[in-house]
């Protein structure tokens, strides 16, 4: 029988167009398919784990290398990922092994480099050998193994690989791989007893007999077992030897004991790092109200008509009550389902909701996982999980980075809080869009999407207005509970009348007083982290700059440090101004850090929590902070806009936002919406449950129009004049937009090179092209930043125009000058 030649398209993890062609060795044939890994060398010493992509018997024009190693007996990608991965190219400008470097956990990317090894028994010979030959090997004798790059510092020249051949031929030495798979099983030991003593009773009397005369311990573990166990009704009855040696307050020499007598085996056994505990309630159970039923029933209805519908209903509506029905519908088809969330802090927050109804059918993926875990996750969804008898997650919750998954019957896409701008991915590429690219997964595996939201993004109520999503919406709080009273405070009258007290007016200061003395808690919104968000002199105005960034340092006062929150550079804090030498150094503005210290000092009896990026860096910190507060440890939360988003408390009665002013001023034309959102979402914190609850808006300008929508929670008075400004000035829901960043770390270069990119645009696309201009932070990282607007208008082909942009890139890429100036594309940025 003709043995076929096989070639694989291999997608490696690497910013470059395409796929690369190898060939499969032919004892491999009967084994390869699409989706596995694989080994390969690419260029002269370089090996990557890729993904084949195809299969085919097209032999190429040149001569391809053949793969090194199959590293899955099964796929663990599947062809509707490689079809998605592709869009996401296509659609977000970059490359598709981009694309897959973001989707794979890292646990399934092998850390791989070429080793080589003197062969068994050989000893440098001078007559042998010549001069690079002995070096090398002599080398190897006190090494053992040393690395393709290391011989090429050796010897002194680049390209080491024919001396390495030749060497190799002659048997001198040879290649050892060292391509590491990431994952790595986690493994327990179980304790059972020996068939011999669970079938013969009378031999377990006699053991009892010897055990209790001399071996005391080893007799209180075996009682342990037994009565565990329900001897000897349960045959297969097995426990984890950590738990057994516990529950005994044995030692591990008892069971040692036990083994070596016959009495226990003991077995290593594949167990899975996500324990969840199993369902309690049906979703049956859940009782809607009469809107709730309305929503549910409309929601229904519009999937007959459109793939997406939005579900537009106001804080502590009841949406999530809406999704565990929808959920349930979807798995009575068969179905998988994705939640998706846009902070960690919001999936702890939720999954005990959703493991309520539906126990270990409900599974995690985020980037608080350590690698092993999220792999462990990844394989459970591609039916390749190390643990046989570990039940399949039907439901994934998580962040952005769960749409990756491998799933193949995905049925229902829920995205709550659809508008909050943490769905963007923002650096390295791909700079997508969850919510976005959720709604193209859904169209690959013909599911249907809910998007969540008491204040919409405007381009999705657009959407929803206009016909193209479905809309359902929640008027009403669930049980009838009233929205928040919302009292607008003028600070400018505060600090008239001196009854400021730090950052606090006065107002804010009695309702907590009241709501502490009540027994009630209160949430305070700070969207600045760190202590204070610049040192400054008062003499001569100084303020300490970041040396990679152009932005001033903010002040930590945990760490005693001045930090950039852009690099991650921080220094000391100076003693004394840089430039004219005098002590009288302030600080200026506030973040969650002051805050916190200032609540501690006015409220001294009050437990206070901060939560923002510094408080919950390590794995279990959102767990905590979030739990304390449910669990009435803390009594006040402070924190940035983690806290805005969608966490459900009981008894918080006083929220209070510190300052309106930074948000509404900033210079973005999204500016308004999301100050909008992120008052009205922080608002909802306030009575939830019980009664009505109580917020406070502090403002310099308190008769600023959004903060009156905020005030009579009126969303479409905010929408309405934020579409008449954004058709007038050409940006989404009418135009496109495409954010082109253009860095280097010379000044001049960039200056040059970004006006020589932006003429070739012009000529293309005339007065849809703004800039090239400076944006607020113009240099970060040692590298200087243009940028360039490219508005594109709905109604003429995206994928034509983006064609036509790839090729003014193309053609900008042939210019010498330039071929070191970085180009990024950011397709609809937020």
């Known amino acids: 029988m003709e043995r076929k030649t096989l070639f694989a398209d291999i997608l490696l993890p690497l910013p470059v167009k395409g796929t690369f062609t190898y060939r499969i060795p032919y004892q491999l044939n009967e084994f390869v398919m699409a989706g596995q890994r694989v080994a390969v060398q690419f260029g002269r010493k370089k090996i990557y784990s890729g993904l084949i992509k195809n299969l085919h018997e097209n032999v190429p024009e040149y001569a391809p290398k053949y793969i090194l190693h199959l590293l899955d007996e099964n796929a663990v990608s599947n062809e509707i990922q490689f079809r998605f991965w592709e869009w996401i190219s296509n659609y977000y400008l970059c490359s598709e092994g981009q694309v897959m470097n973001a989707a794979l956990p890292s646990a399934m990317k092998l850390a791989s480099e070429s080793n080589v090894v003197l062969s068994p028994g050989f000893k440098p010979d001078t007559n042998l ?80 007999d010897s055990l209790s005369s ?59 790092r996500l324990d969840f505990k199993p369902g309690e309630a049906k979703s049956d159970e859940i009782i809607l109200s009469s809107h709730q039923k309305q929503a549910l029933d409309k929601i229904n209805s519009d999937f007959e008509k459109h793939n997406v519908v939005l579900l537009h ?69 591609i039916g390749v999980d190390a643990d046989e008898n570990k039940e399949k997650y039907d439901i994934i919750l998580g962040p952005r980075s769960a749409m990756f998954l491998p799933f193949s019957k995905l049925g229902l896409i829920i995205i709550d809080e659809e508008h909050d701008s943490s769905y963007k991915q923002f650096d390295p590429a791909p700079r997508y869009n969850a919510r976005d690219t959720a709604i193209y997964l859904a169209h690959l595996h013909k599911a249907k999407v809910v998007l969540g939201s008491a204040t919409p993004s405007i381009e999705s109520y657009f959407n929803a207005m206009n016909g193209k999503y479905g809309y359902a919406v929640l008027t009403q709080r669930f049980g009838g509970i009233e929205m928040p009273v919302i009292t607008v405070v003028d600070m400018k009258g505060e600090r008239r009348r001196k009854t400021l007290r730090s950052n606090f007016s006065s107002v804010l200061m009695t309702k907590i007083g009241k709501a502490l003395l009540d ?33 001033t340092l903010t002040y930590h006062k945990n760490s005693e ?32 850090e002051k805050v916190e210290e200032d609540l501690e000092m006015l409220f001294p009896e009050a437990k206070v929590a901060r939560m923002d990026l510094d408080s919950t860096r390590k794995k279990n910190a959102f767990q905590k902070i979030i739990g304390d507060f449910e669990g009435r440890k803390t009594n006040i939360l402070t924190g940035t806009q983690m806290v805005t988003k969608g966490l459900d408390f009981d008894n918080v009665h006083v929220v209070g936002v510190l300052s309106t002013d930074n948000m509404l001023s900033f210079p973005d034309f999204r500016a308004h919406e999301k100050s909008f959102q992120m008052m009205a979402q922080v608002a909802g914190r306030a009575g939830r449950k019980g009664q009505q609850g109580e917020v406070v808006l502090q403002s310099w300008n308190p008769e600023h129009p959004i903060i009156k929508n905020v005030v009579f929670n009126d969303y479409e008075g905010m929408y309405k004049s934020q579409l008449h400004e954004r058709e007038k000035f050409r940006y989404p829901p009418f135009y496109r937009l495409i954010n082109i960043k253009i860095k280097h770390k010379d000044f001049k270069v960039l200056n040059k090179g970004a006006d020589v990119f932006g003429n070739i645009l012009k000529s293309k696309f005339g007065n849809l092209v703004y800039g090239p201009e400076f944006p607020m932070v113009a240099r970060v990282r040692l590298y200087f930043i243009k940028q360039i607007l490219l508005k594109l208008p709905k109604g003429r082909s995206q994928a034509e125009m983006k064609k036509v942009l790839l090729q003014c890139l193309d053609e900008y890429r042939k210019l010498a000058a330039y071929k070191s100036v970085l180009i990024q594309f950011d397709v609809d940025p937020v």
């Not at 990431?182 to 009397?205: C, I, N, P, R, W």
């Open 561 to 592: 440090l001045l930090k950039c929150h852009y690099c991650g550079y921080s220094t000391s804090i100076p003693s004394s101004c840089n430039d004219c030498g005098s002590n009288d150094i302030r600080m200026m503005g506030f973040g969650t």
């Open 214 to 272: 001399r071996s005391f311990k080893q007799l209180q573990l075996l009682m342990t077992f037994l009565r565990l166990s329900s001897y000897p009704e349960n045959e297969d009855f097995e426990i984890k030897q950590n738990e057994l040696l516990k529950l005994s307050d044995a030692g591990a020499s008892a069971i040692n004991s036990l083994v070596g007598k016959g009495v226990l085996n003991v077995e290593n056994k594949i167990v899975s």
């Open 313 to 381: 209903g106001v804080t502590s509506s009841g949406k999530t009550e809406i999704f565990i029905k929808l959920i349930q519908k979807a798995l009575d088809q068969g179905k998988q389902i994705l939640y998706l969330l846009p902070e960690i802090a919001l999936t702890i927050h939720i999954i005990h909701r959703l493991q309520k109804y539906f126990g270990k059918r409900v599974g995690v993926y985020h980037s608080r996982y350590n690698p092993n875990e999220r792999a462990e996750v990844w394989r459970n969804i």
């Open 519 to 551: 027994g009630h808690q209160a949430i305070l919104f700070q969207n600045r982290r760190g202590f204070s968000l610049r040192l400054e002199c008062m003499q001569c105005n100084w303020v300490p700059q970041c040396k990679n960034c152009d932005v």
């Open 129 to 208: 050998l010549d001069e690079h030959e002995f070096k090398l090997t002599e080398a190897l004798l006190t090494k053992k193994r040393l690395a393709v790059g290391d011989i090429s510092k050796l010897l002194g020249f680049q390209n080491v690989l024919p001396l390495l051949k030749k060497m190799i031929d002659k048997n001198y030495l040879f290649m050892e791989e060292e391509l590491k798979d990431g994952f790595k099983a986690k493994k327990e030991k179980y304790v059972s007893l020996s068939q011999t003593f669970y079938e013969d009773e009378e031999k377990m009397k006699l053991l009892m």
